[in-house]
């Protein structure tokens, strides 16, 4: 069919352009990253005359980069791994009973999920303030109960599929609740519980605002908030600027690549329902 | 099945107690001191609704009310036309769309307050240096006015989340039967009539789930808002989120920060509520 193919043809020609209007962004910010300031001004849309690798190495200093990753990748894992273990818990505990108690439970997990952050922000900076608890541990905590509300929703959804005859084949063999869940439930609900992993990691590796009220100590504060400081501190400076913003977002970038199927399925299923 | 023993109050536990200590106690905490003088240390007295009542005379607290209405409003708009427009193009049988798929949803992994900063080089410097070249006046000065401030979140907030919604219309999309679309075309029917007659009317759902999605995000804006325009010029960007922070922690003004918050989560909570009632609805019709 010519007519087909050639509206295929134009398609893919309006998808090309727009894919490439689409990385203008991260073409801009590279390209003069490894520009000199006055290289920039010269000339801020072509590629650059030297290449300049001296703003990247004072963006890395700056930005502690070596520290600020470790402890997004610390705070990142561990908040996201309490939220799929103890939402998975929940998850299935309230699904298998259906009690009326346990219905009113599971609509009040869902239901918090309404409040917004700026609603409770200041509450939780005065009260974990008061406990000491304004640090790495105290952020995991609160990542967890901002976080699992969402998961518990979706572990009771995935549950559905899970048939109770096996739980039931696992009491006839012996085993008590903590097993049954362990051994079989949970490595049964490992794909929705690699989509709550990817919507937890993606959250609060970017997040910004709540590290900003938390981590007050340098040395436990993340990339965002080190971006942060440090595009304060040169402002205008877009050399420096860029080049931090580019180191920054190298981590998502290639973990992007890897993992890119799962995510992009896993964004489309945790949205859909 | 289980029943209320030991065991399911166990496998509950971690969950209640972070809700508990990080949802409903800071909320009602919250919610109770907004009818104080509370400074963030001390209480001295119960002001009622002194908080609420100044808060609706607060020209700057409407102003970003509005101004973040506004935001919603066309960021709805914009990402839904680009989310969708990407998708048909991504689920059209070129040879391309697994690479096209991968590039625009790359923006929504980036956080919001980098790609504010990459954005905002890109306003400031870059539409700069073209605006001069090609004496395109309406280019130099871009996001230094209230009107270019607007324009660049919105161009902001499409990048970033048109690519997110394109993933949900893909989906949608997906499921619509072969037979019907083949039904059609043995009718006669040409592209435009199929989208009209078909993909259309079964895209509704998504449509619903992308308004809800977009509005509820566009409202709760508050790290590219600080990134790419830090409420300027002279607070004429603000959007609500920062309003709120501003009060509290700049200006240091708590309780009345706090009642602020309140009134957010009601909006944001009527905003759920609508969608939740939307999905009952919908769910009947179909």
Sequence with gaps: MKRKRKQLNLLAIIGLLLGLVWLVPFYLMIVN??????????????????????????????????????????????????????????????????????SIIFFLCIALMIIPFQSIMIPIVTIYGKINMLNQVG????YLGLGCSMAIFLVHGAMSSISVALDEAAEIDGANKFQTFWHIIFPLLRPISVTIGILNVIWIWNDFLLPSLVLGNPNQQTIPLKMFLFFGQYTKQ????????????????????????????????GAVK | MRNRDLSFWIFLAPVLIALTAVLIIPFFYGVIHSFTDWNGLTVSEFIGLQNYIDLFRDAEFKASMWFTMKIAFVSIITINFFGLG?????????????????????????????LGFIWQFIFVSVFKDIGLALGIDALTGFLSTPKTGFWGLIILNTWQWAGYIMIIYIAYLQNIPE?????????????????????FPLLAPAFTVSLFLTLSHSFKIYDQNLALTNGGPYNSTKMVAMDIYNTAFMENQVSYGQSKGVIFFIVVAAIALLQAYYNKKQEVDV
């Design chain 1, 238 to 269: 877009w050399h420096l600027a860029l080049a931090g913003l580019t180191i920054a977002i190298i981590p998502v970038i290639i973990g992007y690549l890897f993992v890119q199927k799962h995510i992009i399925k896993g964004v489309s299923e």
């Design chain 1, 139 to 142: 952020i995991v905590f609160m």
């Design chain 1, 33 to 102: 990253a490894f520009k000199t300031k006055k290289g920039i001004f010269t000339n801020v849309l072509g590629l650059p005359e030297e290449w300049t690798f001296g703003n990247f190495s004072q963006a890395f200093i700056e930005l502690d980069f070596i520290r600020s990753f470790f402890n997004s990748l610390l705070i990142t894992v561990l908040s996201t791994g309490f939220i799929i273990v103890f939402a998975s818990m929940a998850g299935y505990a309230l699904s298998r009973n259906k009690s009326k108690l346990s």
């Design chain 2, 86 to 114: 990407l998708a048909l193009i991504v689920t059209s049988k070129i040879r391309t769309s697994n690479l096209l798929r991968t590039i625009f949803f790359m923006p929504n992994l980036i956080g919001g307050l980098i």
């Design chain 2, 179 to 199: 037979d019907l679309m083949e039904a059609a075309d043995i009718d006669g029917a040409n592209s435009f009539k199929k989208f009209q007659n078909i993909t």
